[in-house]
Every structure is written in structure tokens, then in C-alpha cells.
């Protein structure tokens, strides 16, 4: 089955600097890559994902990168703000039907104002 | 306009009495999943239903039972809640077609506490 490493476990970025979370996935077969946001006691939000058709997708201060040779997928935040503080989480899966994702462990993101 | 919405918010229970938790979906979404989640960890999944099709993960308790009486709702039951079933429970949704994996949305969870 597929198996999803996220680095780091946390992260403390100063406000308006970037922050970046690496994924690495084992299952070539995986083709979905979405980045869930998490605040404390909230639900997970998806707030970017990409398919394996791309290399690099943005929406304003964040995007993914994909390297699907090496198995690796980044989410980039830039110009980082106070509300940007919450855990992330990486997942992956492949692209047919009935397939759950993997979730990274996560990343515990603060923004140092 | 919310889109999936998780009943109660909030469950406290006593050690061994059966707990329900309720999933309801506005997005006529054919998949829907249960995960677990425990502080400070990834969202781990339990089970989910393709269509009507159960899916149970290997690993998952018996104490952990589901039901799916039609498209919109699906059911969590814990039949004898022990103390370290206390977590979130999330449920989410998400439209599959069999060869095109689309995004999860998840509700607001159910917070579980076990006493």
C-alpha cells in the first residue's frame, strides 16, 4: 500500500516569510495530491491539490509543486500571516475508483508575528 | 450551505454504553468515509461505503460498526466505547467514478469523550 512521509513535524516561520512542507509517496501508481489545513478543533480543509498531469499548481500565496520521478510534492505558503498557523497534512492516493488517501503525518505550522 | 454536517458536535459516554454519530451530506456525494483522529495525528481512516458497498480497513475494531440506509446519511456505531475511543470522529465525503478520484470534504467532527 501506499505510504506518505511528511517533514518537518513543525515548523516556526516569521510573519511574511515563506514556509515549505515536503511529502514523499511510495506508490507510483498515486496520482491525487491534496493539502488539507487544519485548525485547532476544526475540520480538515482542502486548500490546494494537484494532479500528476501537472507539475506545479498556485492559488495566490500557495502552491504545490510535483516530482513525480523522485515521488516528492511540496506545498509552498508565501508572504505567511498569522492565520496561516495550523497543522497540515499531505495525502496522496491513486487515480481510480475506490481508492482511499494516505495521509502524512502532518506539520504543526506557526507563524511568528 | 453547509455541505456535511456531523450530529452531535460534541458526545460524552460511558465506558461500554453504545455510541451513535451521525454524518448527513448535501453534495449527493456517492462516497462517504469515517476516520478517527486523535490529538496531534493524521485523520485515520475506518471505513467507508462506495455506493452501497462497505469497505472496512483491516485494521479496524469490531467495536466500530457503520450503516448507510441511503445517499445522504451515514451512521457510526461504537458498541462498547472504551477510553481510548475517545478522539474526533470526521466524517467526509467525496464523488468517485470509478477511474477518476475527486477531492474529500469533510465534516466538523464529533468529538468524543469516553468517561
Known amino acids: 500500500g501506499e505510504n506518505v512521509e511528511q517533514h518537518p513535524s513543525t515548523l516556526s516561520v516569521q510573519e511574511g516569510d515563506s514556509a515549505v512542507i515536503k511529502c514523499t509517496y511510495s506508490?507510483?501508481?498515486?496520482?491525487?495530491f491534496p493539502w488539507y489545513k487544519q485548525e485547532l478543533g476544526k475540520r480538515p480543509q482542502l486548500i490546494i491539490d494537484?494532479?500528476?498531469?501537472?507539475g506545479e499548481k498556485k492559488d495566490q500565496r500557495i502552491a504545490v509543486t510535483l516530482n513525480k520521478t523522485a515521488k516528492h510534492f511540496s506545498l509552498h505558503i508565501t508572504e505567511t500571516q498569522p492565520e496561516d498557523s495550523a497543522v497540515y497534512f499531505c495525502?496522496?492516493?491513486?487515480?481510480?475508483?475506490?481508492?482511499?488517501?494516505?495521509f502524512g503525518t502532518g506539520t504543526r505550522l506557526t507563524i511568528i508575528p | 450551505d453547509a455541505m456535511v454536517i456531523q450530529n452531535p458536535r460534541y458526545q460524552v459516554t460511558q465506558f461500554g454504553k453504545p455510541v451513535t454519530l451521525s454524518c448527513s451530506q448535501t453534495l449527493n456525494h456517492n462516497v462517504m468515509y469515517w476516520y478517527q483522529q486523535k490529538s496531534s495525528q493524521a485523520p485515520k481512516l475506518l471505513f467507508h461505503y462506495y455506493d452501497k458497498d462497505f469497505n472496512n480497513e483491516a485494521d479496524t475494531p469490531d467495536n466500530f460498526q457503520s450503516r448507510r440506509p441511503n445517499t445522504s446519511f451515514c451512521f457510526l456505531d461504537i458498541r462498547s466505547p472504551g477510553l481510548g475511543d475517545a478522539a474526533m470522529y470526521l466524517c467526509?465525503?467525496?464523488?468517485?467514478?470509478?477511474?477518476?478520484?475527486?477531492?474529500?470534504?469533510f465534516g466538523p467532527g464529533t468529538r468524543l469523550t469516553v468517561l
Open positions: 467526509a465525503t467525496s464523488r468517485d467514478l470509478r477511474g477518476y478520484t475527486d477531492t474529500q470534504y
Open positions: 494537484i494532479r500528476s498531469n501537472v
Open positions: 506508490d507510483s501508481a498515486s496520482n491525487y
Open positions: 495525502a496522496a492516493t491513486p487515480n481510480f475508483g475506490n481508492e482511499k488517501l494516505t
